[in-house]
């Protein structure tokens, strides 16, 4: 019930394409999904978080979309481009815990 | 404002020994948690520490512990050493315990 499933593992898609990235849940007491990006050495960075009573959340290019009764949501990065080439990992907050999902590995082809 | 901080970067050790890695949170941060990150496990949750006091922890057996001190800096060790203790281990602050993490950089520990 603390896990956090997320797919794909990795991911190709073109410049200026949309990148989409999806999460389960099972766990109802989660109250907080953020997004990190990771590129490689370095440790994850926060891109964008999302609260269960919003379904929506758009900052530039990253929006997340948020679904409570299927207890999904996903990262959509519109105008993909090379720099985001990274991995990205989805996570849920309960109880003070992270829950990280498994990543997904992005490649942005030029 | 100066991000999490984590040293040493790099470290490699042998089996059987410890070792012992160290956090700056990010100023005015009072919550650290630590996590250790495989290719195999992806990122799991080591344990979390709040005003000096280990709040929660993680499924690790407990060669892994931890303790934060008074100005919420922290350390984690690792004793008798294991090949599969071979991770990136990162950090990660929080202003209150159930604000967004920041993380660090991260230490790559390697165990020969």
């Known amino acids: 019930q603390q896990q956090v499933k997320q797919s794909p593992q990795s991911l190709i898609v073109q410049k200026g394409g949309i990148s989409i990235i999806n999460c389960a849940y099972e766990?109802?007491?989660?109250?907080?999904f953020p997004w990190y990006q990771q590129f490689p050495g370095k440790g994850p960075a926060l891109l964008i978080a999302?609260?269960?009573?919003?379904s929506e959340k758009k900052e530039g290019r990253f929006t997340i979309s948020f679904n409570k009764s299927a207890k999904q949501f996903s990262l959509h990065i519109m105008d993909s481009q090379p720099g985001d080439s990274a991995t990205y990992f989805c996570?849920?907050?309960?109880?003070?815990?992270?829950?990280f999902g498994t990543g997904t590995r992005l490649l942005v082809s030029p | 404002k100066a991000g999490v901080t984590q040293t040493p970067r790099y470290l490699i050790k042998t089996r059987g020994q410890q070792v012992t890695l160290s956090c700056s949170p990010i100023?005015?941060?009072?919550?650290v948690s630590w996590y250790q990150q495989t290719p195999g496990q992806g990122l799991q949750f080591l344990f979390e520490?709040?005003?000096?006091?280990?709040?929660n922890k993680g499924n690790f057996p407990g060669r892994f512990s931890g303790r934060q001190f008074s100005n919420s800096r922290s350390e984690m060790n690792v004793s008798t050493l294991e090949l599969g203790d071979s991770a990136l281990y990162l950090c990660?602050?929080?202003?209150?315990?159930?604000?967004?993490?920041?993380f660090g950089p991260g230490t790559r520990l390697t165990v020969l």
């Open positions: 996570a849920a907050t309960g109880f003070q815990k992270l829950v």
């Open positions: 990660a602050s929080s202003r209150t315990r159930t604000d967004t993490q920041y």
């Open positions: 766990n109802t007491a989660f109250d907080y």
């Open positions: 100023s005015g941060h009072r919550s």
């Open positions: 999302i609260r269960p009573d919003v």
């Open positions: 520490y709040f005003s000096e006091t280990q709040r």
